[in-house]
C-alpha cells in the first residue's frame, strides 16, 4: 500500500533552489535599448539647453507667434491653384521615374529570381549599393544638389523625389521577387524561356499587385515631401510658404499651411481607398466567370476598370514630365554643373565641425523619438477603441493626431525657428511633434489589431483596466511597440538632417552652405557621413528587431 502523503525533508537536506527565467539576449537587448534611449534623451536635453525655464520660454514665444498668424490669410484662388498642381505634378512625375528604375535595378538585387540562378556576383552587390545610398540620403539634400545642377524650379524637384524613391521602391520590390513563388517560373524555365522572357512574363505579373502597393504609398510620401520642396527653391507650394515666412508675412504662411495639410490629409485618404481596391483578392471564378473559354477571358468590370486606371496613370505620368520641361537643351547645359560637383567632391574634405553636426542631429533625433515614442504611447491608448476609456475622447485625438501628422516635419521647424530663433532647440521640438503623431499612428493600428480574448477573459473574471491591460494586451503589444519605436527612430534621424537648411540645427546648415560658397569637397564629406551614420542606425534597427522580435 503506498502513501500520497508528501516525504518529510530531514533538517539536513537543503532547500530546493528557487525557479528563475532563464537570461536570453532578448532580454539584454532589451535593456541595452532602455538604457540607450535613457541616455540619448538626457544628452540631447543637455546639449540643447532644454530645461523647464527654457521650454516655458519657448511655449510663451510660440504663443505670440500664432497669435501673429491668425486668422490665417489664404492666396488667390488660381495662383495657389498652379502651385498645388505643380508639387502633385511633382511628386508623380518622380514616383514615375523611380519606378522605372526601381524595376530593372530590383531584379539585379534580388538574390535570386524564383527557380532561377543566383545573381551575377558583380551586379547585385553593385545594385545593393545604389538602393542604400538613394535610401540613405534624404529628398531635400538631393533637391539642394539638383537645384545647383538645373537650376531653380519643379525639375529639380522631381529628379530629387525619383532618385530617393528608388531606395524604397527598389528594396521593397526586391523582397517581393525574392519571396514569390519558385514554380511557376521553374516551369516557364524548363520549356527553354531565357532568363529575361522569364521575368517579364511571369515573374512581374506575379509581383505587380506588390508593386502598386508600393507605388501608392511612395506616392503619398512624395506628395508630403514635394510640398516643403520649394523651401530649396525645387518648386511646389512651398516656394509660396518660404515666401511668405520670409516676408514675415505670417497670416499668409498659416493659410497655405492650411492648405498644404489639407491637400495631404484628402490625398491620403485617396491613397488609402485605392491600395484598397487593388488589394482585394481576386479568386478565379471572377477572374474566369461561369461558362466563359480559358482562352477568353473578357472585358468585364474589374477588368475594364483596371485597365482604365492603368491607362489613366501613364497618362497622368507623361503629363507630369512634360511640365518638367526637360528640354535636351536644358539636360546637356545642366552637364558641367553635373561634372564639377562630382570632380569637386573628391577627395572629400572632413572635418571637426561636420562631426559636431551630424552628431547635433543623431542627438536630436533619437531624443525626440525616445520622448515622441512615449507621447505617441500616450495618445495610442487614448485613442485605440479596444483600450480607450471614453469614446468622445478618442474620436477627438485621433482627429488631433491626424491633422498634426498633416504638417510635414520642415514646417514646423520653419515655424519653431521664427518663435524661438535658429539653433537645435527648434528642430527638436519640431520632431517632438512628429514622432509623437507618428508613433501615435502607429501604436493605435498595432493595438487595434490585437488578440481581444486575453483582455476580455481578465474583465470577464474581475480584473480592473489596469490590470487586464498589464497582463492581457501588453504582452501581445510589446513586438509591435518595439518595432514600431525603432522605425519612428529611424525616420526623426533622417529628418533631423535637413532641419539645419532652415536654421534648426543639425548637419543641414553645413550642407546647404557648403554647396552655395562651391565648397563641394565639404559636400562631398556631409553626404558619405550622412549615408555612413543613417546605414549604421538602420543596421543596429535591423539587428535589435532580430533579436527582439
Not at 543637455?46 to 491668425?70: F, N, V, Y
Not at 508600393?214 to 515631401?225: E, M, P, Q, S, W
Not at 498633416?406 to 520632431?431: K, S
Not at 529611424?490 to 553645413?510: C, F, K, M
Request: hydrophobic share 55%.
Amino acid at each position: 500500500m503506498t502513501s500520497t502523503e508528501p516525504a518529510v525533508r530531514t533538517k539536513h537536506e537543503p532547500d530546493p533552489p528557487t525557479l528563475r527565467p532563464p537570461l536570453e539576449a532578448r532580454t539584454g537587448v532589451a535593456a541595452g535599448l532602455l538604457a540607450g534611449a535613457v541616455t540619448a534623451t538626457w544628452v540631447t536635453f543637455w546639449w540643447i539647453g532644454l530645461s523647464p525655464a527654457s521650454l516655458a520660454a519657448g511655449l510663451g514665444d510660440t504663443r505670440r507667434l500664432l497669435e501673429r498668424m491668425l486668422p490665417p490669410d489664404f492666396p488667390a484662388a488660381g495662383d495657389i491653384a498652379t502651385l498645388i498642381l505643380e508639387t502633385l505634378l511633382i511628386a508623380v512625375a518622380g514616383t514615375g521615374l523611380a519606378t522605372l528604375a526601381s524595376v530593372p535595378l530590383a531584379f539585379a538585387a534580388a538574390r535570386a529570381a524564383p527557380g532561377g540562378r543566383r545573381s551575377r556576383p558583380v551586379a547585385r552587390p553593385a545594385a545593393r549599393m545604389v538602393i542604400v545610398l538613394t535610401r540613405a540620403v534624404p529628398t531635400l539634400v538631393f533637391a539642394i544638389l539638383f537645384v545647383r545642377v538645373f537650376g531653380l524650379g519643379p525639375l529639380a524637384g522631381a529628379l530629387a523625389v525619383a532618385v530617393h524613391s528608388v531606395g524604397m521602391i527598389a528594396k521593397l520590390l526586391t523582397d517581393a521577387i525574392e519571396e514569390a513563388d519558385p514554380v511557376p517560373a521553374e516551369a516557364v524555365r524548363a520549356c527553354g524561356a531565357r532568363e529575361i522572357q522569364v521575368a517579364v512574363s511571369n515573374v512581374l505579373p506575379r509581383v505587380l499587385p506588390a508593386l502598386v502597393s508600393i507605388v501608392l504609398y511612395r506616392l503619398d510620401i512624395n506628395i508630403r515631401a514635394s510640398a516643403v520642396l520649394g523651401v530649396v527653391g525645387a518648386g511646389g507650394i512651398g516656394v509660396a510658404l518660404q515666401t511668405a515666412l520670409g516676408s514675415l508675412d505670417y497670416r499668409r504662411a498659416t493659410g497655405i499651411i492650411c492648405l498644404i495639410t489639407i491637400l495631404i490629409l484628402l490625398l491620403e485618404l485617396l491613397s488609402v481607398a485605392i491600395r484598397r481596391r487593388s488589394g482585394h483578392d481576386r479568386t478565379a471564378a471572377a477572374v474566369l466567370p461561369a461558362g466563359r473559354a480559358r482562352a477568353d477571358v473578357g472585358w468585364d468590370r474589374d477588368r475594364v476598370l483596371r485597365f482604365a486606371g492603368m491607362a489613366a496613370a501613364v497618362v497622368l505620368f507623361l503629363a507630369s514630365l512634360w511640365s518638367l520641361d526637360p528640354s535636351p537643351g536644358r539636360l546637356a547645359d545642366s552637364w558641367s554643373n553635373v561634372r564639377a560637383i562630382l570632380t569637386g567632391m573628391w577627395p572629400p574634405a572632413f572635418s571637426g565641425e561636420i562631426f559636431t553636426g551630424v552628431l547635433e542631429s543623431l542627438l536630436m533625433a533619437l531624443g525626440a523619438a525616445s520622448v515622441g515614442t512615449l507621447g505617441g504611447l500616450v495618445l495610442a491608448l487614448l485613442t485605440a477603441a479596444n483600450v480607450a476609456p471614453l469614446r468622445p475622447l478618442s474620436m477627438v485625438v485621433r482627429a488631433l493626431v491626424v491633422v498634426i501628422r498633416g504638417i510635414p516635419d520642415l514646417v514646423y521647424a520653419l515655424l519653431f525657428v521664427a518663435a524661438l530663433g535658429l539653433g537645435p532647440f527648434a528642430g527638436f521640438l519640431a520632431l517632438w511633434i512628429s514622432c509623437t503623431a507618428l508613433a501615435a499612428k502607429f501604436f493605435t493600428d498595432s493595438l487595434e489589431v490585437l488578440d481581444p480574448v486575453p483582455h476580455e477573459a481578465l474583465t470577464s473574471v474581475g480584473a480592473t483596466r489596469p490590470q487586464a491591460f498589464a497582463a492581457g494586451i501588453w504582452p501581445q503589444f510589446v513586438p509591435s511597440f518595439t518595432a514600431n519605436g525603432l522605425f519612428v527612430a529611424d525616420l526623426a534621424l533622417r529628418e533631423s538632417i535637413v532641419l539645419g537648411i532652415v536654421g534648426a540645427g543639425g548637419i543641414g546648415y553645413l550642407m546647404q552652405e557648403s554647396i552655395a560658397t562651391l565648397r563641394y569637397d565639404v559636400t562631398g564629406a556631409i553626404v558619405i557621413s550622412i549615408a555612413v551614420v543613417v546605414y549604421g542606425i538602420e543596421a543596429l534597427a535591423r539587428l535589435a528587431r532580430r533579436h527582439l522580435l
